[in-house]
Structures are given as structure tokens and as C-alpha cells.
């Protein structure tokens, strides 16, 4: 029967005790466990040994399972001192059966890291997202530039751009500022403000921008005009 004095190892770091271990612990082995009360507030330390038993260790092999048990293992111990000592420790939640803040006080007091080892038993849990960093490429930019190829309006925006000398989708975004010019003027002959062709002069922009039809210079450009009156609007119009 081997028999681990936990006395001994009582000074020495993790590390020392893995060092200086006398034998190789091996799983199912029969050793025997001695704890004993802190004498800090025992006159006389009470003390039990405990032998373990082929039983009293997991059969199982993923971790995950292994924190759920010992987790549930703790409620049900922190359920019996609840009852025994009248205080609360242990508490509902949308998260199930958790620790109360006595009980986590008594159990990070009593077993160092325990969170870690089954964080589902606390309220606050900490945890490391599993996720794989994206690899961005140009391939859907590369895809709007040929949406057109092979149809007729590809086609045809060809043709323009061969007659013209100018790439077409600075032709198409020439032609949709004309629209909205057109609805500017329009807005103000019949309803006498421009507060329409604001809203319907947004719209046939940005319908115009996703369908490819305004070149990315005469976006930058109106980007730049609207921030000018935006500016305009809210801090030198006066009256």
C-alpha cells in the first residue's frame, strides 16, 4: 500500500512535488488520501484517511464529461453542508444548478482552481471562443467587375465605352448624377424645396453604387460633396 504524506510535500512548489515524487502515480492505483484539519483553527486537527478505490475514479475520457461530473459531484456536496450548516449554497439560474456566493467562497477557499476546472458551476464564466481567422480575397470585388459579361448590357456598356473612350462605368455614373440633378430640380419646381430629392436622390445613388453603374472616383466625389453639405447644414447655415 503506498501512502502520500501530503506533509511533506507541504513546501515544495508543483513542480518540486512532481520532481521529488518517491514513485509514478498510476491511474486506479490504490493511494491513500490524509487530510487533515488546518491547526490555525484546531486546537487539536482532526484528521481522516481514505484509501481510493477503483470506483472512486472517472471512467470517463473527454474532459468536457469530467468537469460535468465533478460538478455535479460539488453541487451535491455543497447541497448536504447547505442543509447541515442552514446557509445557502447553491442557487438556480438560467444556467441550471450553480454555487450561491457563500458556496463559491467556500469552494475557491477550500480547492485552488477549482473555477477552472468546472467553470459551469459558477455564475461568472470565462471561457475561450473557438473560431478560425478569416482569409479575406478580392474574389467577390473581382466577381462585380464581370457581373455584366456576356449579357446584353454588358455588352452594350462595352460598346459605349469603345465609342466614347471613357471606361463605361464612369459614363453610368455620370448619367445617374444627371438623374439626380434632374430630381433636385424637378422636387423644387413642383413642391418649391428639395427635401424630396434628398430621400429619392440617396436612393437612385445607392441603387447605382450596388449595381456597379458609378465608377469609385465619382463615389469618393459625391462622398465628399455630401460631407461638405452636411457640414454646411449644421454648422454655417443660420436663420
Request: aromatic content about 12%; some cysteine; glycine content about 8%.
Given at each position: 500500500?503506498?501512502?502520500?504524506?501530503?506533509?511533506?510535500?507541504?513546501?515544495?512548489?508543483?513542480?518540486?512535488?512532481?520532481?521529488?515524487?518517491?514513485?509514478?502515480?498510476?491511474?486506479?492505483?490504490?493511494?491513500?488520501?490524509?487530510?487533515?484539519?488546518?491547526?490555525?483553527?484546531?486546537?487539536?486537527?482532526?484528521?481522516?484517511?481514505?484509501?481510493?478505490?477503483?470506483?472512486?475514479?472517472?471512467?470517463?475520457?473527454?474532459?468536457?464529461?469530467?468537469?460535468?461530473?465533478?460538478?455535479?459531484?460539488?453541487v451535491d456536496v455543497l447541497r448536504d453542508l447547505?442543509?447541515?450548516?442552514?446557509?445557502?449554497?447553491?442557487?438556480?439560474?438560467?444556467?441550471?444548478?450553480?454555487?450561491?456566493?457563500?458556496?463559491?467562497?467556500?469552494?475557491?477557499?477550500?480547492?485552488?482552481?477549482?473555477?477552472?476546472?468546472?467553470?459551469?458551476?459558477?455564475?461568472?464564466?470565462?471561457?475561450?471562443?473557438?473560431?478560425?481567422?478569416?482569409?479575406?480575397?478580392?474574389?467577390?470585388?473581382?466577381?462585380?467587375?464581370?457581373?455584366?459579361?456576356?449579357?446584353?448590357?454588358?455588352?452594350?456598356?462595352?460598346?459605349?465605352?469603345?465609342?466614347?473612350?471613357?471606361?463605361?462605368?464612369?459614363?453610368?455614373?455620370?448619367?445617374?448624377?444627371?438623374?439626380?440633378?434632374?430630381?433636385?430640380?424637378?422636387?423644387?419646381?413642383?413642391?418649391?424645396?428639395?427635401?424630396?430629392?434628398?430621400?429619392?436622390g440617396a436612393a437612385v445613388f445607392l441603387m447605382?453604387?450596388?449595381?456597379?453603374?458609378?465608377?469609385?472616383?465619382?463615389?469618393?466625389?459625391?462622398?465628399?460633396?455630401?460631407?461638405?453639405?452636411?457640414?454646411?447644414?449644421?454648422?454655417?447655415?443660420?436663420?
Amino acid at each position: 500500500m503506498k501512502e502520500i504524506a501530503i506533509t511533506e510535500f507541504r513546501k515544495l512548489s508543483k513542480n518540486d512535488v512532481l520532481k521529488n515524487m518517491p514513485f509514478k502515480l498510476v491511474w486506479e492505483g490504490a493511494y491513500k488520501l490524509r487530510i487533515e484539519g488546518n491547526p490555525k483553527y484546531w486546537s487539536t486537527s482532526p484528521a481522516v484517511s481514505y484509501t481510493l478505490v477503483t470506483s472512486d475514479y472517472s471512467q470517463l475520457d473527454d474532459e468536457d464529461e469530467n468537469r460535468t461530473l465533478l460538478g455535479n459531484y460539488l453541487v451535491d456536496v455543497l447541497r448536504d453542508l447547505e442543509i447541515n450548516w442552514d446557509t445557502k449554497m447553491v442557487a438556480e439560474s438560467d444556467l441550471g444548478t450553480i454555487l450561491s456566493s457563500t458556496g463559491e467562497t467556500y469552494l475557491r477557499g477550500t480547492v485552488s482552481g477549482i473555477q477552472t476546472m468546472c467553470p459551469q458551476i459558477f455564475a461568472i464564466q470565462t471561457s475561450t471562443p473557438d473560431f478560425e481567422e478569416t482569409a479575406w480575397t478580392r474574389a467577390q470585388g473581382e466577381s462585380y467587375k464581370t457581373r455584366y459579361d456576356g449579357t446584353w448590357i454588358g455588352n452594350s456598356l462595352q460598346k459605349m465605352e469603345d465609342g466614347l473612350h471613357v471606361p463605361w462605368n464612369v459614363l453610368t455614373g455620370i448619367g445617374i448624377l444627371a438623374i439626380i440633378l434632374g430630381l433636385f430640380v424637378l422636387s423644387y419646381a413642383k413642391f418649391s424645396t428639395t427635401t424630396p430629392a434628398l430621400i429619392s436622390g440617396a436612393a437612385v445613388f445607392l441603387m447605382g453604387a450596388v449595381m456597379g453603374f458609378i465608377a469609385p472616383a465619382i463615389m469618393a466625389l459625391a462622398g465628399l460633396t455630401a460631407g461638405g453639405f452636411l457640414v454646411y447644414i449644421f454648422f454655417f447655415r443660420h436663420g
